[in-house]
């Protein structure tokens, strides 16, 4: 058993963490703009594309997964065990969760989406108050997502500097 991820593994995680800075990063500078501006219709669009990115790119860690050998783990207590799988799951149930949230608000708000000229179908029918609640619960869980991406860190560099043992050099 190697002790490190497969290359293509560690490629489609750095991946990952440059879409999330992406997808966070355009959500929250949407703000600076006034509502219903040129300029804040692209930053929402960037950021739909993004997501609609970390849905594929999650399918192809999914697979890389299944593919190729994952290193041996270090035995850790039974609570960390616990804690590392629930984020592991949950970061997991997010990326592919959210985009499809995603997906729904814009569906549900009547807009057509058009990438690369290929039309993408619609998931729901247009309905503004679903849209709303579709966007509440969106915005709940990009909230929850913060707290699991800052665990899934606060690990890693606890491992690194504090337990000083290989965890995140698996993954470099």
Do not use: C
Request: charged share 20%; no cysteine; net charge neutral.
């Amino acid at each position: 058993m190697q002790n490190r991820y497969a290359a293509v593994s560690v490629w489609l995680h750095w991946l990952m963490v440059q879409m999330f800075i992406g997808v966070y990063s355009t959500i929250e500078l949407r703000v600076i703009f006034p509502r219903g501006s040129e300029d804040r219709e692209l930053i929402k669009t960037v950021h739909f594309l993004l997501g609609l990115s970390v849905f594929v790119v999650v399918w192809l860690r999914i697979l890389a997964r299944v593919v190729t050998e994952t290193p041996s783990r270090e035995s850790y207590g039974k609570f960390q065990t616990y804690l590392s799988k629930f984020v592991f799951f949950a970061l997991y149930a997010l990326m592919i969760v959210m985009p499809l949230l995603g997906w729904s608000i814009v569906s549900s708000e009547g807009h057509i989406i058009n990438i690369l000229g290929f039309e993408l179908p619609s998931l729901l029918d247009t309905n503004k108050d679903l849209a709303h609640d579709i966007e509440e619960i969106h915005e709940t869980l990009g909230k929850v997502g913060y707290g699991l991406i800052a665990l899934h860190a606060i690990a890693a560099l606890g491992h690194h500097y504090i337990k000083k043992d290989d965890t995140l050099k698996r993954m470099l």
